[in-house]
């Protein structure tokens, strides 16, 4: 399909608005999770072939140019402007605000390493919480990736045929 990202996106953003359905039921009818259905409208992850069935039967409006460019492997970025959002912005500063925290905790639990997010799973979902008010739980859940100790007798590059 020809156009950029931003068009694309918004035709995808109209065909999910024209079915009338929430992220949380396309999540539950394609069995994606609400966020990596958001990802795949919003271009930023590519729609897999065993999912094109399950999607196109989620959101019958979605024409084979739209699946076609969601086959495609995405070129994944970010609007700098988006941290102007108020709802992003509060996301970024809770990163930065507990994130010092969350790695010390990861070091200490698994070592050095980090939290993958490329075999990452998020989600985001409502409950009530003590007082009866809404809550909003974001979930990361990503596989752990130890730092390496590079060591040149492990360098593939440089071992001799």
């Known amino acids: 399909m020809e156009g950029n990202k931003s068009s694309i996106v918004n035709l995808l953003r109209c065909v999910k608005q024209k079915s009338g359905k929430t992220y949380n039921q396309l999540a539950a009818e394609t069995g994606l999770t ?7 409208l919003h271009r930023q992850a590519q729609l897999k072939p065993a999912t ?16 076609n460019a ?4 995405p070129f994944r970025s970010y609007d700098p402007n988006l941290i102007q959002e108020p709802a992003v912005y509060r996301l970024n500063e809770a990163i930065m605000h507990f ?8 070091n200490e639990e698994f070592g050095d390493g ?3 997010s490329i075999d990452f799973y998020c989600s985001v979902d409502k409950v009530k919480g003590v007082d009866g008010k809404d809550r909003v739980v974001v979930t990361f859940d990503g596989k752990y990736l130890s730092h390496a100790e ?10 001799s045929a």
């Open 34 to 40: 609400n966020v990596y259905v958001a990802q795949l």
């Open 52 to 67: 094109v069935p399950k999607l196109r039967a989620a959101l019958p409006l979605l024409t084979e140019e739209l699946i």
């Open 70 to 73: 969601m086959m495609e492997p």
């Open 99 to 106: 994130g010092g925290s969350i790695k010390e905790i990861i």
């Open 114 to 116: 980090i939290m993958s």
């Open 150 to 159: 590079q060591k040149s007798e492990d360098m593939v590059s440089r071992l």
